[in-house]
């Protein structure tokens, strides 16, 4: 590992409902892209299912996604998972998720140079550098910030300004142009890294359900154990479909007291 | 009644073995994933039951720019193909010293196929399998007219080379005619993709739409070889878009570099030159 590097792990946090291999790709692709900055090393990756407290329609329990997530996994020598959010019993602001991660991490580093790093992430000079947390997302992440009430502007804030986004672009939705429109995206742009994926790949985990739901193959879309697990525990029906129906996303009404952004920000 | 009314059915679907002929340079996750989308179309008209699938890739002879030998991507197809029930991989075309017209690749495995079910026929009931032999040889000559019972073969392709029977001198026109005509293509296209325009505006395919099947892909999964190179030559990473398996294997005898891109770099594709000298 180049010594000047700033050592980098990258949290994707999501309903991995379920785990495809699009969301492996992302941080393959991921990985890619921050080491031909030449500025950072990637030294881990975590998958972080959401809570069942989430309240999305569809969303099957978090045993089953941390488990399918495991299997998917498996084969991987740098990304794991982790169980912290999805045991949360009500939904976890993603900038509190990485507070977590980051604390722990950090905390290891120490342990690991047996001296103290402040929490600005700079190592004393003997001990090599403290490693940063970078949110991993897809570019339909970023349009997320402009939907009312989703998002708290200080969070964004914290996410964008302190730690930082590895956002990839799939298809043709434009990661720049969220960038452009989006005064506080823009202020921190050097802190949000686009990642360029040239083969379109739109795998999503909703078109995975829908195939499963009616019968039609997902093979080479998910891990061969993920569908061996789906098919065992008889996952996605028509009925685990209907789950959370009509529920409002549990953001939303947590932060409904929130001053909330309005759609022309 | 249901026993017999399942039996009917059984009696009326086509059983279908679906051929798929490419560089396999290397095999991805997309040439397995058009397997699938085919057979789930195929089976979902209720008319067919595919039994089979194979792999076809082509000869060294092909002169494509970049392919590398065949026995490396004969071993990358039978690696992917492992964890499937259904889809196989044959040599005979790579084996082949010249390279060989898909039409020719097409008879020859069905063939081979009409083969496998005579000697199936030969362990069957001595009164059926008399019955069959004198109906088989009534029909010797014109393999391709098939009689009731018979597995179908169809040629399994994307969009691309539906699109390629246009381009001058890569096909004969008798060979679409019967690929199409005989056979039958099934073809997996893109939403919001050209290929019903393009059967439309061709008077050839036209004539044998009933033969081509047009499955469409929802999911935009363009992994093509090409890229999955590229990507290789540049030290990117490649995972998840083909099985960890040929990853493997890629790695292991170092096969994609800027020098193998460069194999018959300039040398004229062997359809056109044999088609236009």
């Known amino acids: 590992m180049a010594k000047h590097r700033v050592p980098l792990v990258l949290l994707a946090c999501g309903s991995f409902n379920p785990i495809t291999n699009q969301h492996l790709r992302l941080f393959e692709l991921a990985r890619d892209h921050m080491h031909s900055t030449g500025q950072y090393q990637v030294v881990g990756g975590i998958v972080s299912p959401v809570s069942d407290g989430y309240g999305k329609q569809g969303l099957v329990l978090a045993e089953h996604r941390i488990a399918m997530a495991r299997l998917a996994l498996q084969s991987s020598s740098w990304v794991s998972v982790d169980e912290w959010e999805s045991q949360q019993p009500d939904w976890t602001e993603t900038v509190v998720t990485m507070r977590y991660h980051y604390g722990r991490i950090l905390k290891e580093f120490e342990r690991s140079v047996g001296t103290h790093a402040d929490s600005r992430g700079n190592g004393t000079p003997l001990s090599g550098r403290a490693p940063r947390l970078k949110l991993l997302c897809g570019a339909d992440f970023l349009d997320s910030f402009k939907v009312p009430g989703l998002w708290r502007d200080d969070h964004v804030e914290e996410l964008v300004g302190d730690f930082g986004l590895v956002c990839v672009s799939r298809g043709e939705l434009q990661p720049e142009r969220a960038v452009h429109e989006s005064d506080l995206l823009s202020l921190h742009r050097r802190n949000v890294f686009l990642v360029r994926e040239w083969v379109r790949n739109e795998t999503s985990a909703t078109e995975v359900r829908r195939a499963l739901r009616r019968g039609l193959s997902v093979k080479y879309l998910i891990p061969d154990p993920v569908i061996e697990y789906i098919r065992r525990h008889d996952l996605y029906t028509e009925s685990s479909e209907r789950k959370n129906e009509g529920t409002v996303l549990r953001p939303l009404v947590k932060q409904a007291q929130q001053p909330v952004k309005s759609l022309d920000d | ?277």
């Open chain 2, 1 to 277: 009644v249901f026993h017999g009314l399942a039996a009917w059915s059984q009696m009326n679907t086509t059983r279908v073995v679906l051929l798929a002929c490419g560089s396999f340079n290397p095999i991805t996750n997309m040439h397995l994933r058009m397997f699938e989308l085919a057979r789930d179309h195929l089976e979902d008209t209720g008319q067919y039951r595919v039994v089979k699938g194979i792999i076809s890739p082509v000869g060294d002879g092909y002169n494509k720019k970049g392919l590398i030998e065949a026995s490396h991507r004969l071993e990358m197809a039978r690696l992917a193909t492992e964890t499937s029930d259904w889809i196989t991989v044959d040599s005979w075309e790579s084996l082949q010293p010249e390279w060989v017209e898909t039409c020719k690749v097409v008879r020859h495995h069905y063939n081979e196929l009409l083969t496998s079910e005579q000697s199936k026929d030969d362990v069957d009931t001595v009164k059926f399998a008399k019955k069959r032999r004198v109906e088989e040889n009534s029909f010797e000559g014109s393999s391709h007219h098939r009689k009731r019972g018979d597995p179908q073969l169809m040629l399994l392709c994307g969009a691309d080379v539906l699109e390629s029977f246009g381009v001058p001198n890569l096909w004969k026109p008798e060979d679409i005619a019967e690929i199409v005509g005989d056979y039958g293509v099934v073809c997996i296209t893109r939403s919001g993709s050209d290929s019903l325009k393009f059967v439309h505006q061709s008077d050839a395919l036209w004539k044998h739409r009933k033969n081509i099947h047009l499955v469409t892909e929802w999911v935009t999964n363009e992994i093509s070889a090409t890229h999955v190179r590229r990507a290789l030559r540049r030290g990117r990473s490649v995972r998840y878009l083909l099985p960890d398996s040929v990853l493997y294997y890629i790695q292991q005898h170092e096969l994609y570099s800027s020098e193998s891109e460069q194999k018959n770099a300039g040398v004229i594709l062997a359809p056109l030159q044999r088609y236009t000298s």
